[in-house]
């Protein structure tokens, strides 16, 4: 039986996930129908987006549906996530009536809340689309938190393109230098997807302050070990790249440091090497590239390895649209 909501892959099984994947292949072929027909999606964003803001809406518009987006604090009231609290300050709605009042109205919620950056204990709680899971009565899907389970897909799908079936195949997950450090999530997300689909995983970071929480190790440890894959950590940029079959680049920050960033950026300014470039890629399988986006070029990536044929970052942004509307099909019409 599948979940009723979708907050992390790890929550679905492999042929669960497969199943979305197929139905993704499917709207890929044929775009436009009306599987949505007279249903209404909450699109509610803590946070700015570009993607998933206009993959969804358009899922949602080419089948048939019809999505209202949200912003609070900006279109919307300012929401109040914690419970037994005096509501005293900005908050005007508490999260629970939020959730509550959205499901008579809509059929699926799905959330955007990013960390606020302060402490890491707290924000690994995912409060945000926690709660709205717990007090909504439709299907709720992440849009991005501490995990990014959309773009696992897209990935995923991207990766079934360019590589057949992934099994076995190596997958490189490289972090890289960004000025500033940025969410985990795409980075567990694409650990967790890797490793659920039995791929030979490597981390590639600087050091062990750039390993990310033990939750998502654990979780990949755990994927490995079920569906015959394995994980591989290392801080060695050559030996990483060496026979990669497909190269997925991210930049985060070092848990360690969370909430205290100056006392990282002299750590994190020691790697800018770290960049993806054609030196690097010279040394895999042939490898597929790809990047969640947005890529700063020439700090993450080089225009280099962005604008040639190797680089599959586009196909994977326009994977988000089709994956998604298998998403909202599988938890909107073909719940068990």
């Known amino acids: 039986m599948q979940p009723k909501h979708f907050l992390t892959t790890q929550d679905w099984s492999q042929e669960a996930l497969s199943q979305l994947l197929q139905l993704a292949n499917l709207y890929k072929r044929n775009p436009v129908n009306t599987v949505l027909r007279n249903k209404t999606i909450a699109l509610v964003f803590f946070n700015p987006s570009l993607r998933t803001r206009t993959s969804f809406e358009t899922g949602v518009f080419q089948m048939g549906g019809h999505a209202v987006v949200l912003s609070p604090g900006k279109d919307a009231w300012p929401i109040e996530i914690e419970t037994g609290v005096v509501m005293d300050g900005d908050a005007e709605e508490h999260i629970i009536e939020a959730a509550k009042v959205l499901s008579r109205y809509c059929d699926a919620i799905a959330v955007r809340a990013f960390p606020k950056f302060q402490d890491w204990q707290q924000d690994r709680q995912d409060k945000v689309i926690n709660a709205f899971a717990q007090h909504a009565s439709v299907p709720v899907i992440n ?87 394995s ?38 300014d020691q790697y800018r090497h770290f960049i ?10 042939q490898a597929s590239f790809s990047h969640c986006l947005p890529a700063r070029r020439n700090v993450k990536v080089t225009d280099a390895v962005m604008d040639a044929d190797y680089c599959v970052a586009i196909d994977e942004a326009e994977n988000r649209l089709h994956v998604q509307k298998a998403l909202l099909d599988t938890l909107i019409n073909r719940s068990l």
């Open 143 to 229: 849009m991005e938190t501490v995990v990014h389970p959309c773009q696992e897909l897209a990935l995923m799908q991207t990766i079934h393109e360019q590589l057949g079936t992934p099994q076995g195949k190596k997958f490189l997950l490289t972090w890289t230098y960004h000025p500033r450090p940025l969410n985990t999530a795409v980075a567990n997300s694409a650990l967790l997807i890797a490793s659920k689909f039995g791929m030979d995983v490597t981390l590639l970071c600087p050091t062990e302050e750039y390993l990310l929480d033990q939750r998502y190790m654990q979780a990949a440890r755990d994927n490995v070990s079920q569906y015959h894959g």
């Open 231 to 268: 994980l591989n950590i290392t801080h060695d940029i050559s030996s990483a790249y060496q026979a990669a079959d497909f190269v997925y680049a991210k930049s985060w920050g070092a848990l360690p440091y969370f909430g205290n960033w100056e006392a990282e950026k002299p750590i994190r």
């Open 276 to 285: 993806v470039d054609q030196e690097k890629m010279a040394l895999t399988n």
